[in-house]
């Protein structure tokens, strides 16, 4: 096969070079390879011999301004990272707590025994080193901004008290494992489960209001007015290099008050039953008719690539030979591909159009897997320079979605994104020198086609991995376009790859073509 791309480009200066050269690749580089690609679609007779075309790309890369936000739904994040290639990852954790009902219970204070009060997590996953220990802290959330009905951005955090209430000091992997909890006579046992012993001075605070009927404790907002929510931070100081995700709906997130009730007479005065347990749910039980007393959540995800390796290359509008991408709140690829206009006009059937990513070789596959985005996905930037789908015509980007109704008054349609249709999954190909090296190849087929037909006009491309996707309407009537399908986790996933000039690695359209 040519090589038809450029050498690397040692400044900015070279740009129009760089175009130069690819009207030359046009002209002098259309027959890389013979194919039958979808030949077993055509008769023998009329079989088009299929030529690959390679053509350069442009590529820098730039921070999110992210507006991103997650619901109560969905995994939270909460960890310590620190990546030399990305930098620092901070991911806290906000949630409210709440009594199944009011008034919460029917005793006085003196009838009951605090033993403990201890705060579960239900794990589900980590993204970093399992095995490292990793610590978090709990405080009391003292901002009144923090508040139901809110779906809070994830650059948005909350002030605490700034007093602990507890801590915890972990393994990942040691939360797969089943444990046994013994209370005197009760055992029972545990997994898949962060539990966060608290103050006990606290927790009797807590089981006092809890029970005393005399506090006038019969309402979501009194009750907030004491406790509107917990924090849960990452300690820095034991760096644990990992984030971990919780489900806060899920039945195992509570707070835990353990607690004895004294028998009553004739006897002793000091004798109390055995254990029991009163729940703080972050979420009430659907089968609570008070569906509005929902519980606050936020997940602040903060991100620090100061003295990491790609901050030198972020946010600097200038065509490199290194690009990053960094799950959300992270980091996006600007792509130009100027070539492609030189193909207006030309009498081509494409069968394929794709935008092929190459990772960086920096270790065993393995290895590297485990740091991957599980999905990118490629947008355009429209005039505004805001995310935008990338324009063709053909329902196969969209998909209505009928799980939500159509308001004919406004004439308003919700559909959602095919993420497989323009976005990719890695899959390996083997380099010069016999390793496995991850890549992403990105659907544009019908885009450069319309390109080609005089139908469209090229657009900068953005890559990135997004949580959802989000952008304006294409259409010129009110039409909601957004993807309710979870794309990535929160801060999960990372990948430097090769950008345009890069020597090995380039990043590059590649076009599987015929002649009309």
């Known amino acids: 096969m040519m090589n038809c791309f450029s050498k690397e480009m040692k400044s900015n200066t070279k740009t129009i070079l760089f175009i130069f050269i690819s009207v030359f690749i046009l002209n002098s580089c259309t027959k890389l390879d013979t194919t039958t690609l979808g030949g077993d679609l055509i008769p ?38 620190n990546d ?6 901070t991911a806290t954790a906000y949630a409210q707590f709440l009594p199944l009902g009011y008034p919460m219970y029917p005793k006085v204070k003196d009838s009951l025994e605090l033993d403990s009060v201890v705060l579960s997590l239900s794990y589900f996953s980590s993204y970093g080193d399992t095995n490292a220990l990793s610590k978090v802290n709990v405080y009391e959330i003292t901002d009144t901004s923090f508040k139901r009905g809110v779906r809070f951005p994830v650059t948005r955090g909350f002030k605490d008290n700034a007093q602990l209430l ?15 909890i013994a209370r005197n006579k009760d055992t029972f046992t545990v997994v898949n489960q962060l539990r966060i012993t608290l103050d006990p001075v606290w927790g009797r605070k807590l089981l006092d209001k809890r029970i005393d009927t005399s506090s006038s404790i019969n309402e979501d907002s009194v009750f907030k007015a004491f406790l509107n929510g917990l924090t849960i931070v990452p300690d820095s100081t034991l760096s644990g290099n990992a984030i971990h995700y919780f489900g806060l709906i899920d039945t195992a997130t509570k707070i835990n008050l353990y607690y004895r009730a004294r028998r009553a007479a004739p006897a002793s005065p000091a004798s109390f039953d055995t ?13 609570n008719a008070n569906l509005d007393r929902v519980s606050a959540s936020a997940n602040k995800v903060h ?29 996006s690829v600007r792509i130009k591909a100027p070539a492609l206009t030189g193909l207006t006009g030309q009498r081509y059937i494409i069968h394929r159009a794709e935008i092929v990513v190459r990772q960086i070789f920096q270790g065993p596959a393995t290895l590297e897997r485990q740091l991957l985005p599980p999905l990118v996905h490629l947008f355009t930037f429209d005039n505004a320079g805001n995310n935008a789908p ?9 998909a209505p979605d009928f799980s939500r109704p159509v308001n004919f008054s406004r004439f308003t349609y ?3 994104i095919n993420e497989v249709y323009t976005g990719a999954r890695p899959s390996t190909f083997i380099d010069i020198n016999n390793n496995t090296v991850y890549e992403y190849r990105l659907n544009i087929t019908r885009y450069v086609q319309n390109i080609i037909n005089g139908k469209a006009t090229l657009r ?3 890559l990135e991995a997004p949580y959802y996707a989000n952008f304006t309407a294409p259409l010129g009537f009110d039409l909601n376009i957004s993807s309710t399908a979870i794309f990535n986790r929160i801060g999960d996933g990372r990948i430097q790859v090769g950008g345009g000039s890069h020597p090995t690695y380039p990043m590059f359209v590649r076009i599987y073509y015929s002649r009309q």
Not at 168 to 179: E, G, I, N, S
């Open 414 to 416: 919700n559909y959602n």
């Open 303 to 331: 991100r620090n690539h100061t003295g990491s390796i790609a901050a030198p290359f972020l946010n600097n509008n200038t065509p490199s030979s290194l690009a990053f991408i960094q799950t959300a709140p992270g980091t």
């Open 166 to 180: 507890g801590t915890k000091t972990f393994k990942a992997t040691d939360l797969r494992k089943p444990y046994q």
């Open 390 to 398: 990338i324009p063709f015509d053909s329902t196969a980007y969209f």
């Open 44 to 81: 023998g007779s009329d079989r088009l011999a299929t030529d690959t075309l390679l053509l350069p790309v442009l590529t820098s890369s730039f921070t999110n301004n992210d507006t991103t936000v997650i619901s109560n739904d969905e995994f939270n994040a909460i960890g310590y990272l």
């Open 275 to 287: 254990l029991s347990t009163l729940f703080f749910f972050f979420n009430q039980p659907s089968t």
């Open 84 to 89: 030399p290639v990305f930098g620092t990852t």
């Open 460 to 462: 900068d491309f953005k």
